[in-house]
Nanobody, 116 residues
Framework: QVQLVESGGGLVEAGGSLELSCVVD?????????MGWYRQAPGKQRELVGS???????NYSDFVKGRFTISRDNARNTVNLQVNSLQFEDTALYYC?????????WGQGTQVTVIS
């Protein structure tokens, strides 16, 4: 059974940074797939933060360009999200999944909370 396990979230001051990580367990075709990072803020719909294709080329939503960086390690079935210059609006539960069609069962996510 494929399992998505996100980690690395926490409480951070505005302007701070975090590195989020997602391990995709029991997914033999990870290296052939584009992966995405998503987030869901309280009372809002889940949205795509950015994605990375199988060759490591990232693409970002406009609201995080220049602040967030996606990378992947195919040998470890891992996709990472470096989040810098955090803003209050970045407070959300962050998830990984396939992109553009996130058909894997969602993991528990990792919470990022930005404080003053």
């Amino acid at each position: 059974q494929v399992q998505l396990v996100e980690s690395g979230g926490g409480l951070v001051e505005a302007g701070g940074s975090l590195e989020l990580s997602c391990v995709v367990d029991n997914f033999g075709s990870f290296s052939l797939r584009s992966m995405g990072w998503y987030r869901q803020a309280p009372g809002k719909q889940r949205e795509l933060v950015g994605s990375i294709d199988k060759n490591g080329r990232p693409n970002y939503s406009d609201f995080v360009k220049g602040r967030f960086t996606i990378s992947r390690d195919n040998a470890r079935n891992t996709v990472n999200l470096q989040v810098n210059s955090l803003q209050f609006e970045d407070t959300a539960l962050y998830y990984c999944n396939l992109s553009p069609d996130p058909w894997l069962s969602w993991g528990q996510g990792t919470q990022v909370t930005v404080i003053s």
